[in-house]
């Protein structure tokens, strides 16, 4: 029975070695007189994205608060040779023209106060990145979503890490600090700090990608619309936000290479294009979160160590 046992270790420790690095871990699986305890955790992933999405709005609203009370009221300038005081003295407004939401953590002390709540938001979107990914990974174990589109999701899943994460930067390269300089490389200030939100741009319509493809082999209906037409509902809305995302990017590297407001796409264009965006991105997603939440069951999360701590 030793010599039987051995061999059936020996077989287990190969097959385990032969496992993906995703796998569902059966309870009381390892190895020991005595299997250890699991801890099993039951997460809702669509309420960790409602999460998320109002921590958005929540270090949005902190940093509009904070600049109203300690900078607007303290800044002033002179413009085409005019006195000009708080928001018409921004850096975005000399280069483009125009001021948006992120004037107001762009001057200090707003710039520090707001880096001390923004995580909120960071962490629980990258943590609602991590769970929706392991989700659709397990989907495709149980034949709900097609296993071939597993490589598009792990690259999808890794750019949207990278560029959520760098959003961070817009409180490193701050609009206020002189250009950034890399070896024989020179880049603006306003540049360096543009380019972080121009990736947490892609990285919400990779996003919203992955949300309406998922929505498309799960074969959910929304509200009072079938099957049928959320898809093409979820498609249309897909398309829309790809489409201001596109106008908002061409608009800001056009004005960021000529140095001037002026840019191939006009001052109104550029603005609907900014209030249809911010819907698309930041509004809508609470909803379809609401929604959704009523849809998905909760995912368990099995915790258990390879053998018992001695």
């Not at 397990?138 to 990278?162: R, S, Y």
């Not at 619309?225 to 897909?238: D, G, I, N, P």
Request: proline letters at 4%; hydrophobic letters at 50%; a positive charge.
């Amino acid at each position: 029975s030793t010599i039987l046992k051995i061999r059936i270790r020996q077989t287990l420790k190969t097959a385990t070695q032969k496992m993906s690095s995703y796998q569902a871990v059966p309870l009381g699986a390892a190895e020991g007189a005595k299997s250890p305890e699991p801890t099993v955790l039951t997460i809702h992933v669509e309420k960790i994205r409602l999460i998320a999405y109002i921590g958005f709005w929540g270090f949005v609203g902190f940093a509009i608060i904070a600049s109203k009370i300690l900078v607007w009221p303290y800044m002033e300038c002179v413009r085409d040779g005019e006195p000009a005081f708080g928001k018409d003295c921004t850096d975005l407004k000399t280069w483009f023209g125009t001021n948006n939401v992120c004037i107001n953590w762009d001057y200090q002390p707003s710039t520090q106060l707001t880096a001390l709540v923004y995580p909120f938001f960071e962490f629980s979107l990258i943590f609602y990145l991590l769970m929706s990914h392991l989700q659709i990974k397990n989907d495709m174990l149980n034949g709900i979503f097609p296993a071939e589109k597993e490589k598009l999701m792990t690259v999808m899943f890794w750019m949207k890490i990278v560029l959520v994460a760098w959003f961070r930067m817009i409180f490193v390269c701050k609009v206020t600090d002189g250009d950034l300089t890399i070896g024989s490389y020179t880049i603006g200030a306003v540049t360096a700090h543009t380019a972080g939100f121009l990736g947490l741009q892609v990285g919400l319509v990779f996003i919203a990608f992955e949300n309406v493809l998922y929505l498309t082999f799960r074969k959910q209906s929304f509200w009072c619309f079938s099957q049928e037409m959320t898809v093409k509902l979820a498609y249309s809305y897909l398309a829309l936000l790809t489409t201001f995302t596109a106008i908002k990017m061409i608009w800001t590297i056009s004005a960021l290479a000529a140095g001037t407001p002026n840019t191939i796409i006009s001052q109104t264009v550029s603005d609907f294009a900014n209030n249809g965006w911010m819907i698309c991105a930041a509004v809508l997603p609470i909803f379809f979160a609401l929604e959704q939440m009523k849809k998905d069951p909760p995912m368990v999360v099995t915790i258990v160590n390879t053998d018992v701590r001695k």
